[in-house]
């Protein structure tokens, strides 16, 4: 039973999810500062960004089509 059903969240939005409660405790346990605590943030959510993206297989192969 889902009680926020309207809010659709996959198994890549909790691992996301898992990796910002991570740094959220690593910048409590070792006291980084705020920005410390930003720039992973943001440094996360680009590599789940970049992770997401697909690369078109017919460009990239098509040097070998020729």
């Known amino acids: ?8 969240l996959g198994p890549r939005d909790g691992v996301m999810l898992i990796s910002v409660l991570i740094m959220l405790v690593l910048t409590l346990v070792f006291k980084w500062s705020v920005w410390e605590f930003v720039s992973s943030i943001v440094a996360v959510i680009i ?15 098509a040097f070998l089509k020729k």
Request: charged content about 15%; cysteine-free.
């Open 1 to 8: 039973m889902m009680f926020y059903s309207y809010i659709k």
């Open 47 to 61: 590599a789940f960004s970049a992770g997401h993206m697909r690369s078109n297989e017919k460009n990239v192969l």
